[in-house]
């Protein structure tokens, strides 16, 4: 079955300290990838998205990812965070067969940023 | 703000009852996608629609429907409710079914 597996639950981090989150997903097709963010009482924004060419991908606020085809990974880093970038994060995946109906989501990474 | 609406932001009811949710997508967006986020499940697709037609399903129940009208809003219909529905129910939209989708800010149905 297709599925996409965050490592880390539960990130703590004081600010200007680097972040990655792992994403892994187990699909042998070809995907779209995806990171996005649920600030505390918000809807899920996007943070970045990758379709084709440079697996190096870099979205908003500072976020960058990395697609490695041969991992099926899709990490997501950030060189300094902030305090502002507490938050959830999950990791999609869509799938390119069946018409790109749906987006599969990983279980989200709880990100805390201390002072 | 994502530009999709949801209505109402929370929902409280009791089981066995009947609910509506809505969603208006961003504006010229012809797909709606529903979602289901719960503590044990996580985020999971249940239905999409473009441009009126039902596309693909995902783990929607049987007591579940959703439709999208002319006007292109989506409503999901979830009826003889049980106490393991209780969710925060997301709509998303997009331009087409290969572009980004864009989240509303969801609505919080909980099950007495």
């Known amino acids: 079955a297709q599925s996409v597996s965050q490592h880390n639950h539960h990130v703590i981090l004081s600010e200007a300290a680097s972040l990655e989150l792992g994403c892994n997903y187990s699909y042998g097709g070809t995907v779209n990838l995806f990171w996005y963010v649920q600030y505390p009482g918000q809807h899920l924004q996007l943070l970045l998205k990758y379709f084709s060419g440079d697996p190096l991908v870099k979205g908003i606020k500072g976020f960058e990812a990395e697609f490695i085809k041969s991992k099926f990974s899709f990490n997501l880093r950030k060189p300094s965070v902030q305090w502002s970038d507490t938050a959830e994060y999950f990791c999609a995946v869509r799938p390119l067969s069946g018409g790109y109906n749906k987006l599969i989501f990983g279980a989200g990474t709880r990100l805390a940023v201390h002072p | ?112």
């Open chain 2, 1 to 112: 703000d994502s530009g999709v609406t949801q209505t109402p932001k929370h929902l409280i009811t009791a089981t066995g009852q009947r609910v509506t949710l809505r969603c208006s997508p961003r504006s010229g967006d012809l797909s709606v996608y529903w979602y289901q986020q719960s503590l044990d499940q996580g985020l999971q697709f249940l239905i999409h629609y473009y441009n009126g037609e039902e596309r693909a399903k995902g783990n929607i129940l049987e007591r579940f429907s959703a439709q999208q009208f002319p006007d292109l809003h989506s409503e999901l219909n979830l009826s003889s409710l049980e106490l393991g529905d209780s969710a925060l129910y997301f709509c998303a939209s997009s331009v087409d079914v290969d572009q980004p989708q864009h989240f509303g800010d969801g609505t919080r149905l909980s099950i007495l």
